[in-house]
């Protein structure tokens, strides 16, 4: 029986803005500069931007800021890694302060959550942001009272898809992960399913994802709405 839910962040519950595109963009163009890297395509295509379009598995997507400092690192050209990754998240967190973006939710989100509260499903959000984003996005989407834990990343901690991200969960909570369902839009959420052998894995389409990306899932639905609506399918409860 499932009865803790683990949603992802962006693309599942947050809506992918454009905001946090330009963001991105911005922050390659702006690394390239500072650096003079010539291999711009080469960069981006790693990154996860290929033809105008951010791919459901790229890091941009589905990353840490831990991974865009990785690839900086290898094509900064630069003897001191410390001062590339130490300037990369200086840079990211101006951009956000600068850029401000919006928080825009999933359409009926904090409904959505609540009908799940109010069944008796305990709630986490797993997601490859850091404590502070995520906090952020519990604040302003005004759902810190359906929330009862978080699971981040963090520059030097695990990550999606690697099981040992949710091994102090299990601790915390007494839970099994046969009790699970992961709740995610990208390919990187699927694996992290099925590498931690959670009881339900279940991709949405709100996101970055398209249906073949998320071919490895359980169950795939448009969005949350859906998931609550086919309860009964993925859960006997």
């Known amino acids: 029986m499932i009865n803790w839910l683990l949603f992802d962040k962006d693309g599942t519950l947050l809506k992918f803005d454009e905001t946090w595109s330009e963001i991105s ?11 003079q890297v010539e291999e711009e395509q080469s960069l981006q295509e790693e990154l996860g931007y290929v033809d105008g ?10 990353g840490t800021l831990s991974d865009i400092v990785k690839k900086f690192q290898k094509y900064a050209n630069h003897e001191n890694n410390k001062e ?9 967190k101006d951009l956000i302060a600068e ?7 999933i359409d009926d989100m904090q409904n959505t959550l609540k009908h799940f509260k109010d069944k008796g499903y305990q709630i986490a959000i797993i997601t490859s942001d850091d404590q502070d984003g995520t906090k952020r996005f519990i ?8 929330i009862d834990d978080t699971i981040t990343a963090t520059i030097n901690g695990y990550q999606k898809p ?6 102090d969960f299990y601790a915390k909570w007494n839970v099994v992960p046969e009790e699970i369902a992961i709740i995610g839009d990208t390919p990187t959420d699927i694996q992290m399913g099925r590498n931690s052998h959670f009881g339900v894995v279940v991709g949405v389409l709100s996101g970055t994802g398209e249906k073949s990306d ?9 969005d949350i709405n ?3 609506e086919k309860e009964t399918e993925w859960n006997g409860r």
């Open 53 to 62: 379009k951010f791919l459901a598995s790229g890091i941009l997507a589905s």
């Open 99 to 105: 850029y401000n973006p919006e928080t825009v939710v």
């Open 162 to 167: 690697d099981p040992k991200m949710v091994e």
């Open 84 to 92: 590339v990754e130490d300037w990369t998240v200086q840079l990211s």
């Open 25 to 35: 963009l911005v922050m390659i163009n702006k690394f390239i500069e500072q650096y």
């Open 214 to 222: 998320l071919e490895e899932a359980d169950y795939i639905y448009k």
């Open 226 to 228: 859906e998931f609550y």
């Open 139 to 146: 604040k302003d989407a005004g759902v810190s009272h359906l």
